[in-house]
Nanobody, 124 residues
Framework: QVQLVESGGGLVQAGGSLRLSCAAS????????MGWFRQAPGTEREFVAR????????YYADSVKGRFTISRDNPKNTVYLQMNSLKPEDTAVYYC?????????????????WGQGTQVTVSS
């Protein structure tokens, strides 16, 4: 079991930046690949970014590539999502999730553990 708690969401103007954090507790954090997803009202949960166990490999959705950066600090049991050049269409609840498997996946159901989410609102 691993427990995940997101923080860092808020209201920001278009073009601004936010950094989300996800603190993990429970089983060994470095055993999991970590992902960020988001969900806007009336839409399905959408993959944003993924980082492997060591932090040496990352993968992004096309919609955020070049603007968002995922990173992790294993000794601190934390994964981050740095979001720059934010757009109104980035508005959503952002979730972090943990995946026990090595193979890259963007499918939410493949991730075993989820945080409660943090709201990000980008005004135009």
């Amino acid at each position: 079991q691993v427990q995940l708690v997101e923080s860092g969401g808020g209201l920001v103007q278009a073009g601004g930046s936010l950094r989300l954090s996800c603190a993990a507790s429970g089983r060994t954090f470095s055993s999991y690949a970590m992902g960020w997803f988001r969900q806007a009202p009336g839409t399905e949960r959408e993959f944003v970014a993924r980082i492997n166990r060591s932090g040496g490999s990352t993968y992004y959705a096309d919609s955020v590539k070049g603007r968002f950066t995922i990173s992790r600090d294993n000794p601190k049991n934390t994964v981050y999502l740095q979001m720059n050049s934010l757009k109104p269409e980035d508005t959503a609840v952002y979730y972090c999730a943990a995946d026990l498997y090595v193979a890259v996946t963007t499918t939410p159901s493949r991730y075993a553990y989820w945080g409660q989410g943090t709201q990000v609102t980008v005004s135009s």
